[in-house]
């Protein structure tokens, strides 16, 4: 029941979709880090679902921090950040509190919590909570940036539709990050939106593939054996509703080739020690390398559709069928890419702080 | 600099590839356990190199148990197994010690160890090391199978031949179990010896894919944030050498699909509550569902290759080239198997003793 | 900077003594538990500041549970829960910035966090912030009480006046669980509320001992090596302010004696193994033995007093002279008590989880 | 069942009395760190029985380091370390097997491993184990040195005779860290011998009191809540068999006096700041000072006596007599201190690294 991610720099999560707050508990931070306020609300607008392609629950998300930061600074003691819910259509969910949404946690949480769970939006487990990792990680972010780490994310598919591969990561983030709907090639990105419109005409959904690049890492972080740079953010990451599947660099596409055609060679550049492709994306044997960290994660197809599907009475134990009410996004990839940068976040400067020590990250 | 993974059972490997043992501490282990030499000798022997498609070293794996077993079973105090290395050819490294094998650790690990790693065939970070997590995995396999819960892995792909999906796990898995080379269809298995076979002709090397299947969880296992089933596997399984990718169900596939084609419908079966599909494999919200859990890894092609590469001298911040000598692996997706086995055993006892208590694996 | 505690229920504390709240989140609580208000209030007033013996600073504790409670009961989500701070007299606390109060954390702080902490009362360090302790831990402590496990605390002694050992701490927990001042002995309670107003009419301050009583907790429950009952017990109860000193049984005591005076015998009593003394605290080998644990903590003199005291000016590395204004406890130790008996809920719940499982503490 | 600890430098102890081996992973200590073969033997020689005061079991603790350390110094990777049991009279144990040992663990051990663990010799509970302790604390004891950080401990007082206090712990421990019998007053510890040698003339033991300091620790290293320094120290020290109370400072002594005789004053010395008193063993909230972190631990008297004690007969639940034969120590308390010296060298050291970062021990 560990809600909490880190070793060193710790996130717990915590809130359900209808309560009263959604928040996080920040803990390990460095003291002295200028918290940017107009930056985490810009990475909470982002997550902030707007438009047709997306939920018409409308959030403000006027989070609070109320612990860990005097005169607007970081304390170094835990940094506590609430969230309030307040469009909260409750009544959408008693109804069919029984009927388990199929793609959904309702019966797994039922077999987990015996019924005890609230149930109302997807309880403790809605993309809601996202809200909250979202403004954690956006202080994370801030912080990293100044020590010259910077995170981007862009839509690599979504409903069939590829988008350009980056080009230069460090010359495509920075309007990349700028982007509401995050893509490299703004055309690829239009026929994108219209798939996601032409799922929602027809009350479905669709998923596609996140892209992420972490630069400026130095080289040499991460553990041999389970603490590995991919086993800490692939820990992370598959918390973040809707990702299935995590690869580091060209995994599943290496599978079918040679060692000779992945084998990322090294160089020196400048006296630096490069490779000259990123195959593995950053890392070899679980610890950076000094190269861009990228890695990509798939999002299944929003579970919530409005086709009336088969499923069951959770405690009737009989056949039912269910058709959804509400409010949902017939595409959520859009949004969850601040959420990804945001777990790259925490998760990169934990192993950095466990490097470099408790101070590293505002020195 | 942590080599142990689990909260509440706990594995810490240690040991380098030129090292006087490779081994592994095992804690959390309820008393009681029955050692069952026979088969962790079977597991190991499954992971140890065999004919042309394998490296040279032949290791006897004479593993010693020295702590934490008492007339033939587990007494829940911390288990130590031993296994000595007793083929190493550390001459073959000395001679290219400054040159980084493109692919490989070694850069990485001067970068995090500064020079003082045991760089002898890879050292700490050699897949050697994995015969200790095969031994105690096999510890763990064999008191799950007791509680009813199977762990089966395949080939599904290997040098660009794919092998026929599970058709039913629970009929596959054992007689796949026994197999050294673990597909389900023998003529795939021969085509994807013949591509090894002719990778390392050509002084190269091959990648592919692994699909397990863990048959038995009961559902509402896991938990909602960070420590979810697809999070916690994934820490662990990102440590096995060469795997860049995992994905859960049918991950990358389902994100050009619409959630009408993958929402896996629920329904009634004999009064408990089963899935029509299982694209999600057997996870929802990061909770077990009950079904099986499935789940891919991708395995880069092996990076040690005879081919001349291009890389660097680490000391002297020169290029260079090398042409490795030695003994190494055309593949080691064949020997993976059992790792990835090993490694999900310990992930998923894990869950079940924190979820079900200490006593819990004995009962 | 891990303001967490537990493996398995995990209670996170956060705020600042001036700042808008302090709060907690407990984490792995089963699901089903039932939240009793009351309790938690009568559990607050208790160590809430009462009459001539107290700090004047006067706090309503109107705890809010924003997570993990729905319709009354746990959920087995994170519970957050919420205490606004609405007395501070912040001012009290400026003027003397940048003198280290003796015996505080003034300057601890200072050197760890480099002056960006909150220094407003103490702020993280102040004892404030178990008010937050507290309220989770009576929810546990309710939820123990359900299992058949009671724990109870008095005030072994204060200002040198001593209590009267536990005769039966069975019977004597349920009315000393009920007293503002715990004792077992009225008269020498008397006499210790008589030293506490001797020594604040001086400006001055005492500290004491208190010595708590777990009851039916089962054989079997700890670790050998560093999970010991004494190790996680201890490791929790050193954070509460002005605990330096803890012992389990007759600790201190039995270094004079010989072993044939504090070996504690074992008999047979209604065909359960019990000891005829326990001089040893219900521990053996860090594990526990079904006799109640039994331990002490020494709480020095608190260190906020009105006599001028010599000390520094931390920035400007000087010596200086400090005259506390402000409201100050001449005594904490029997409002600590509550805090203690919270803290031993929640060690001792974690290792019952642990070895349990986690739907334990609501079967 | 978690035989592990620490956060970011993790000690892992495995093995029993009368197993093959004992031993201990140790993972977290920086790269480079040099092996001194003699300060480890030399530290075990001091751990190891002599004379007419301890134990006639003889063991020669030839250890041998199997991983981690390569050409005489550490690699980063953890460093397994193993000490054969050589002398074992197991049968000494057997007859007696049914019959819990007053003040042992041995009936703790049937209630947690229901009678699989290894009893002989108590097994993973004997103080055997810290053989390997004291070679894993005596790696680290010589980093800190390099760094500054020396830790000595005496017996301050042992069968009810007291020893001098520290006059100036930087010049009292480098003499007193080569006796074989720690003591400061020569004398004092002519008459404790005495009355160990007098207790085992009886058939009986004694116990006794061990202060510790802990010299060069910067300000600022330990958590406000939780991982206080207290805590992290109290938390493993209680791991020492006889250990039953840990104390900082003067608290024991504190209790009875007023905050005007406890407050450690502060001043300022060649532009740092100092107390002038240390009543607070270099402690305030939890933090380090920068004076001496002093403790004193309890060791009740060893619980193995040759006199006839009752006891009961755990398999049969009834009632019976023990008189123990064997090989036992009237008194541990001089064997004790470098297992003390060994702990606190680890816990400390996992928390400057947890402030440092992971090279700094050998930087």
Same mark, same amino acid.
């Given at each position: 029941m560990k809600n909490t991610f880190g070793n060193n720099l710790c996130l717990t999560l915590f809130g359900e979709s209808h309560g009263e707050y959604i928040g996080a508990v920040l803990d390990g931070l460095a003291p002295g880090i200028v918290i940017d306020d107009a930056y985490i609300k810009s990475q909470l607008s982002l997550r902030r679902p707007a438009g047709k392609i997306s939920t018409a629950r409308h959030e403000a998300d006027e989070y609070r921090i109320v612990s860990g930061v005097f005169e607007g600074k970081?304390?170094?003691?835990?940094?506590?950040?609430?969230?309030?819910?307040?469009?909260?259509?409750?009544?959408?969910?008693s109804s069919t509190r029984a009927l388990a949404r199929p793609g959904h946690a309702d019966y797994t949480a039922y077999a987990k919590y015996h019924g005890f769970e609230d149930y109302r939006g997807g309880g403790h487990f809605s993309g809601r909570v996202t809200a909250a990792l979202v403004a954690a990680g956006a202080i994370v972010l801030s912080a990293l940036k100044q020590k010259g780490i910077v995170i981007g994310t862009h839509i690599a598919s979504c409903g069939g539709v590829a988008d350009d591969p980056f080009t230069d990561p460090a010359k495509d983030i920075p309007s990349l990050n700028e982007k509401a709907f995050a893509v490299l090639n703004e055309e690829k990105g239009a026929e994108m939106r219209s798939a996601i419109e032409a799922a929602a005409a027809d009350?479905? #959904?669709v998923g596609g593939v996140l892209e992420t690049a972490i630069l400026g890492v130095p080289a040499g972080v991460g553990e041999p054996w389970f603490d590995t740079v991919e086993g800490v953010l692939s820990h992370a990451l598959f918390s973040i509703p809707a990702i299935k599947?995590?690869?580091?660099?060209?995994?599943?596409?290496?599978?079918?080739?040679?060692?000779?055609?992945?084998?990322?060679?090294?160089?020196? #550049?400048?006296?630096?020690i490069k490779t000259a492709t990123n195959h593995n994306g950053g890392v070899n044997g679980g610890i950076t390398n000094g190269m861009p960290i990228l890695f990509s994660c798939a999002v299944k197809p929003t579970p919530s559709i409005f086709k009336a599907q088969d499923t069951v009475d959770m405690f009737n134990k009989t056949d039912a069928v269910l058709k959804l009410k509400g409010r949902h996004d017939p595409a959520i990839i859009h949004r969850a890419r601040v959420v990804v940068d945001s777990v790259a976040a925490l998760a990169i400067a934990d192993l950095l702080i466990t490097r470099y020590g408790t101070d590293w990250l505002s020195v």
């Open positions: 970081t304390t170094g003691t835990p940094l506590t950040l609430l969230i309030p819910n307040t469009s909260q259509h409750s009544k959408d969910y009350g479905d #959904s599947g995590v690869q580091f660099g060209d995994a599943f596409n290496m599978v079918n080739g040679r060692g000779s055609d992945y084998n990322d060679i090294f160089y020196i #550049s400048d006296k630096k």
